[in-house]
């Protein structure tokens, strides 16, 4: 027959032992420490955040004023170019280096080129390209206007166009706008023989 | 070997690829056409029409058996051949002439790849001459390009020495692409460059590395400021 429990002997004991006590305490005490560690790196990831925003935020905007200013330099180089005389002198000197001696040359024909818009257009790779769009309109004897379209460009060209002039942005903007100066410059005298060229071919 | 292709792609994804361009082109002149006077100022551009033989290729291991992963150095290399040509006339404005393999050309390629000298020996110039004027060209562009892949030694090496090996296997394996214009008139060399990507070949797009390869050349000569020779 089975014994009974005695009960007496399960009651917990009247006094905590000192041992137990001191594991408690640690157990708070590390606990108390851990949440402390807690917060603090909470606070210095905020402190952090913080200062990532205050050094960005402002990087940020220099850079992106550096990057405007950049434009606004490779505008100016741009706008220093006196594009149309350009092309008005250089068509002269190809008709003129073209005529055959003893023709009438052009005679009672009117020439007009009109420049539409050019600049440079962004490629994603970071570069730039020269643009030109431009209309070549011939008027002869009266009659009617014949108009031809000479584009110069990245991703649309005349057939009888060459590759647009590209350069990285900062090749662009060094040495005073040099290299922005020069593919203008260029691209005038290219529309002005393109110009020619047909012309001579028409007559 | 997972492992050890993420690591290759990870080293190449940090490698920075820039060509080395030299250009000698003073006296140069056109050989098929006579300039139209202009304020255009070319010199290596003036040779407007390029011969073009096939890309010189160099591939290691040589047996593709051999290598740590695919390498598809005859596929990449047509690759690069092709958007060379179509860069050099869609972007530079030559008028690219394919011409076939030559025998000699490949010492051609060794002399261009190992000197700096622009004048290259007797027999070379007349060669470059030769291909030049049978194609009815102003000059010669020369491609090379060396393709090196990780091998399964490389493999066995990592092992061996406990990965220390890896850093070595990385400085040895990329693609190296090397482009020469040569003269129709002297044979001599007018403009080179050279570049290096490293990194597993293949991992850079063909496309990115001749675009870099060819940026520091300058365009043609328009065609409407030529006229055929009298």
Known sequence: MAKEPDLASLAPPAVIAREDLELAAAIVLASGALAALGCAICLSNAVVAGGFGLVYLPLAAVINAADRAQVGRIQHALAAVDFAPRADEAMRRFLGARAEPGASGLGATEVELVVIGYGFAPLPSGHACFFLDSRLRVTRGGGAPSEDAIVLGPFRRSDDAPPPHCSSRSALDSGDGQETRLAAEESAEILAAIAASRLAESL | ?230
Not at chain 2, 2 to 26: F, I
Not at chain 2, 38 to 55: F, I, N, Q, T, Y
Not at chain 2, 74 to 95: H, N, Q, V
Not at chain 2, 167 to 192: C, K, N, Q, Y
Request: aromatic share 8%.
């Open chain 2, 1 to 230: 070997m997972s492992r050890a292709l993420a690591l290759a792609l990870a080293v190449s994804l940090c490698a920075c690829v820039h060509a080395q361009v030299r250009s000698d082109a003073r006296g140069v002149e056109p050989s098929t056409y006579v300039a139209i006077p202009s304020r255009l100022e070319r010199s290596v551009g003036l040779l407007r029409r390029l011969a073009l033989p096939p890309l010189e290729l160099e591939a290691s291991p040589t047996n593709p058996s051999y290598c740590l992963g695919p390498c598809e150095s005859a596929a990449f290399a047509a690759e690069l051949d092709s958007d060379a040509r179509r860069f050099l006339s869609d972007w530079r404005g030559y008028e690219a002439v394919d011409v076939e393999a030559t025998p000699g050309l490949d010492e051609l390629a060794r002399w261009a790849r190992s000197t700096d000298d622009d004048e290259p020996p007797e027999p070379l110039r007349m060669l470059a001459q030769r291909i030049a004027a049978s194609s009815r060209s102003d000059g010669v562009a020369l491609l090379q390009s060396e393709l090196v892949y990780l091998t399964w030694f490389d493999g066995v090496a990592w092992y061996a020495t406990l990965t220390f090996a890896i850093p070595i296997s990385m400085a040895r394996i990329g693609t190296w692409l090397e482009a020469d214009v040569f003269d129709a008139r002297t044979g001599r060399r007018v403009w080179h460059s050279r570049l290096r990507a490293a990194g597993t070949p293949g991992t850079d797009k063909s496309r990115d590395l001749v675009n870099e390869l060819f940026d520091g050349l300058e365009l043609a000569l328009p065609l409407v400021l030529t006229r055929p020779l009298p």
